[in-house]
T-cell receptor, first 115, second 117 residues
Framework: DAGVIQSPRHEVTEMGQEVTLRCKPI?????LFWYRQTMMRGLELLIY????????DSGMPEDRFSAKMPNASFSTLKIQPSEPRDSAVYFC?????????????FGNGTRLTVT | GESVGLHLPTLSVQEGDNSIINCAYS??????FIWYKQESGKGPQFIID?????DKRQGQRVTVLLNKTVKHLSLQIAATQPGDSAVYFCAENVRLYSGGGADGLTFGKGTHLIIQP
């Protein structure tokens, strides 16, 4: 089991540039989540998908943020234009949800630095 | 808004001792709780979970206790080892919609567990 795979592991960009973060969930999982982690705010849920459909994006901070899941094995989180306050670690997680709860399995994150 | 929080930001214990990490939650509707461990440079790693119809669950060297009366969750780690040093998060299930669909988690701020030799 390869686990949740995120790329890149580190991203350094200048303010105003477009940033695209990528995620490959665990095969067979039907739900995918994007989280952001900062020292000040901890882990925040940005958006989640179920069966490739965005269910709740109320955590997305601004219109500069967008996420897509074109198929069951791939998702992207895009920030355009990026700002220094977007600097954080962005985590993708997936789970298999049926009748009950299931734990989220996290990738190792993308550390984004916007200068 | 309701949130999950932790009592102690840092906990230092001697190697071999038992440790207890506490968590208070405020959403009385939460029905599923999870403890995660996060090591530096890695994503949160699932440790153990518990449903609200239980008050105790045991794993390998770990035990989770749930007290719904006072909305309190704890993680007990027995015979701590150097590899247990990490930040520990409790998370509660916020069922975002009914019908068995995707469930999001709300995380606490985390407790840093330090194992001293």
């Amino acid at each position: 089991d390869a686990g949740v795979i995120q790329s890149p592991r580190h991203e350094v960009t200048e303010m105003g540039q477009e940033v695209t973060l990528r995620c490959k969930p665990i095969s067979g999982h039907n739900s995918l989540f994007w989280y952001r982690q900062t020292m000040m705010r901890g882990l925040e849920l940005l958006i989640y998908f179920n069966n490739n459909v965005p269910i709740d994006d109320s955590g997305m901070p601004e219109d500069r943020f967008s996420a897509k899941m074109p198929n069951a094995s791939f998702s992207t989180l895009k920030i355009q234009p990026s700002e220094p306050r977007d600097s954080a670690v962005y985590f993708c997680a997936s789970s298999l949800v049926g009748r009950g709860n299931s734990p989220l399995h996290f990738g190792n994150g993308t550390r984004l630095t916007v200068t | 808004g309701e949130s999950v929080g932790l009592h102690l930001p840092t906990l230092s214990v001697q190697e071999g001792d038992n440790s207890i990490i506490n968590c208070a939650y405020s959403n009385s509707a939460s029905d599923y709780f999870i403890w995660y461990k996060q090591e530096s440079g890695k994503g949160p790693q699932f440790i153990i979970d518990i449903r609200s119809n239980m008050d105790k669950r045991q794993g390998q060297r770990v035990t989770v206790l749930l007290n719904k009366t006072v909305k309190h969750l704890s993680l007990q780690i027995a015979a701590t080892q150097p590899g247990d040093s990490a930040v520990y998060f409790c998370a509660e299930n916020v069922r975002l919609y009914s019908g068995g669909g995707a469930d999001g988690l709300t995380f606490g701020k985390g407790t840093h567990l330090i194992i001293q030799p």
